[in-house]
C-alpha cells in the first residue's frame, strides 16, 4: 500500500490565486514527520515545510503553510499569492523507520505535483 | 557553505560499464542516504549510513554498493551498469537519525544506454 498519495499529477494556477496541492499518508505510528519539497526544473530539492504529529499548530514558512487534519490523515500544502517562480514539482514526504528496532529514520515520497502557474 | 556536493553532475554509461557517484558533506553529519528518482517519481533510498564504517541497505539497493570510510565522503559505486539504472541520484545527509530536515546535494543524472 502507498504510504504517501498525491493525487494531483498536474495543476495549472492563475498568479497571485492561493493554491493547495494535496497530500494524504498511511502510518500506524503515533510519532511522525511530515515534510514538503520543491522540486524546479534545475532539479534540486529544496525543503519547505516541515510538520510533526504531536505539532498542535500547522506549520507556517512565509507564503507556504501546511493544513495538518491528523483524523483524515492529510497533510495539504498551501500557497498562498502563487508566483511564476513556483512552477515545479512538489513532493509530500513522510519520515519513517528503516527498521523497526533502530531509530533511523528515512523519508518515503509520494509521485508528486506538477504546478505551473500561468501569467 | 557548501552544503552536500554530488559529482559528476551528468553523466552516460554503456551497458555493463561500471562508475562511482561522489557525494561529500561539510557538515559533519553522521547519517548519509542515496536516494534514486525515476522520472515521474519520487526519490526511493538505495542506501544509508549512520556514520563511518557502517552502511547498510535501503529500498532498492540491487546493482550498488557503498562505502563509507570518512564522515564527509559517501560514494555510490554501480557495478555492470543496466538500462534500469537510468535515474538521477540524490544524495543527502542529517545530523542525526531522528529526520526533521533532509539535506539534499543537486543529484547526478545517470543515462544507461
Known amino acids: 500500500a502507498q504510504k504517501i498519495t498525491q493525487t494531483q499529477p498536474g495543476m495549472f494556477v492563475q498568479e497571485k490565486e492561493a493554491v493547495t496541492l494535496d497530500c494524504t499518508y498511511d502510518?500506524?505510528?503515533?510519532?511522525?514527520?511530515l515534510f514538503w519539497y520543491k522540486q524546479p526544473s534545475s532539479g534540486e530539492m529544496i525543503f519547505l515545510i516541515y510538520?510533526?504529529?504531536?505539532?498542535?499548530q500547522n506549520a507556517t514558512e512565509g507564503r507556504y503553510s501546511l493544513n495538518f487534519q491528523k483524523a483524515r490523515k492529510s497533510a495539504n500544502l498551501v500557497i498562498s499569492a502563487s508566483q511564476l517562480g513556483d512552477s515545479a514539482m512538489y513532493f509530500c514526504?513522510?519520515?519513517?523507520?528503516?527498521?523497526?528496532?533502530?531509530?533511523?529514520?528515512?523519508?518515503?515520497f509520494g509521485t508528486g505535483t506538477r504546478l505551473t502557474i500561468i501569467p | 557553505n557548501a552544503g552536500v556536493t554530488q559529482t559528476p553532475k551528468f553523466r552516460i554509461l554503456k551497458i555493463g560499464q561500471s562508475m562511482t557517484l561522489q557525494c561529500t558533506q561539510d557538515?559533519?553529519?553522521?547519517?548519509m542516504y542515496w536516494y534514486r528518482q525515476d522520472p515521474g517519481m519520487g526519490l526511493k533510498l538505495i542506501y544509508y549510513?549512520?556514520?563511518?564504517?557502517?552502511?547498510d541497505k535501503g529500498e532498492v539497493p540491487n546493482g550498488y554498493n557503498v562505502s563509507r570510510s570518512t564522515t564527509e565522503d559517501f560514494p555510490l559505486r554501480l557495478e555492470l551498469a543496466a538500462p534500469s539504472q537510468t535515474s538521477v541520484y540524490f544524495c543527502?545527509?542529517?545530523?542525526?537519525?531522528?529526520?526533521?530536515?533532509?539535506?539534499f546535494g543537486p543529484g547526478t543524472r545517470l543515462t544507461v544506454t
Open positions: 514526504a513522510m519520515r519513517e523507520a528503516i527498521h523497526e528496532d533502530f531509530g533511523n529514520e528515512k523519508l518515503t
Open positions: 549510513s549512520v556514520g563511518a564504517g557502517i552502511t
Open positions: 510538520q510533526g504529529s504531536y505539532d498542535e
Open positions: 502510518t500506524s505510528d503515533q510519532s511522525y514527520g
Open positions: 557538515m559533519n553529519h553522521n547519517y
Open positions: 543527502a545527509s542529517t545530523p542525526s537519525g531522528s529526520l526533521y530536515e533532509q539535506y
